[in-house]
């Protein structure tokens, strides 16, 4: 059964103020006017909701060039019962940015989210080839750190606006190591699973009995069996014992949906777990083209078939 919670009136984001979370969260409309929390990491995000500080946590979860937020996965499949809501997609762009009056040559230290200047690696190895790169919470952090603590000759990977947030000096604009650079977000909260849209997408944890040839295959082929397209799947440790993996995987489809419903079942019933990780619809304006032209499909599937059921038993 899904269940309507509305929506949250309390949100925490990888803040600080200035993240890509941030510019992110206040896209979606419904959002934007709710109490939003910035806290220091994800992990103090999905914390807040656990222990009803508030109502939903909002959180990177992959990039289209470094990959999977590993720290947001491990959250949800490891560390606590929440279930995502909704994704949102935002196009990234990432600028080097500095104290004002730093001469670019001079920087012998770069901060930044280590997902950030991963996707900065070219730039990066062109450019200030012998700069340290550190390790901060997140962009907008790198930003802060660099202007609070008026370090000089250190500079950040963060989003245009924080420059403007935190009085910094852009150097160098989208830095970034490609141009089709965008970052997958999701809102997650307790218990509730949104109503099926007719174009929606459902996460799910898969533990392994134990690590044998074909396992991954057996449970690949369950969803090629009954053509359920795949758009995610990562391979995580257990946490449990060197070697030992679970997958977590992400389907075109709903919980409610009866061939995906089969699907579960039968992975419930061949592995150890599964533990579901929500089904919610999937955003932007091709997504809501996409359930048009599947709602008209379904309507003519629909006359299709109760012309066939109408011709039984009417004889010759």
Not at 151 to 171: D, H, Q, R
Request: glycine fraction near 8%.
């Amino acid at each position: 059964m899904t269940v309507d919670v509305g929506t949250p009136r309390r949100i925490a984001y990888l803040g600080p103020p200035g993240t890509f979370t941030e510019q992110a969260l206040v896209s979606e409309a419904d959002l934007a006017d709710q109490e939003l929390i910035a806290v220091t990491t994800i992990a103090e995000a999905f914390a807040a909701v656990v222990q009803g500080e508030v109502d939903a946590a909002f959180v990177p979860i992959e990039n289209s060039i470094e990959g999977p937020v590993n720290a947001t996965i491990d959250q949800l499949a490891f560390s606590d019962d929440l279930l995502v809501q909704r994704e949102v997609v935002l196009d990234v762009h990432l600028d080097l940015m500095a104290l004002p009056g730093t001469a670019p040559g001079s920087v012998g230290r770069v901060l930044s989210f280590p997902h950030a200047s991963a996707q900065c690696r070219d730039y990066l190895r062109s450019n200030l080839p012998t700069a340290e790169v550190g390790a901060t919470n997140s962009t907008a952090d790198a930003a802060r750190l660099v202007a609070e603590g008026q370090l000089e000759g250190v500079a950040a990977i963060a989003p245009p606006l924080a420059a403007k947030l935190y009085g910094l000096e852009v150097l160098a604009h989208a830095i970034e190591d490609h141009d089709a650079n965008q970052t997958r977000f999701v809102l997650v909260a307790p218990h509730a699973v949104p109503a099926p849209t007719g174009h929606d997408r459902t996460t799910l944890v898969c533990f392994q009995h134990a690590d044998r040839p074909g396992s991954l295959y057996g449970i690949l082929g369950q969803f090629a069996a009954r053509s359920l397209n795949l758009t995610f799947i990562e391979s995580r440790p257990t946490k449990l014992a060197l070697g030992q993996y679970c997958f977590v995987v992400t389907v075109e489809g709903h919980v409610t949906d009866e061939v995906l419903g089969d699907c579960l079942k039968e992975l419930r019933t061949d592995l150890e777990d599964v533990k579901f990780l929500g089904s919610y619809p999937v955003p932007g304006a091709a997504a809501s083209e996409r359930r048009a032209v599947l709602d008209a499909d379904r309507r003519s599937a629909q006359s299709w078939l109760s012309e066939l059921r109408s011709r039984v038993g009417g004889g010759a």
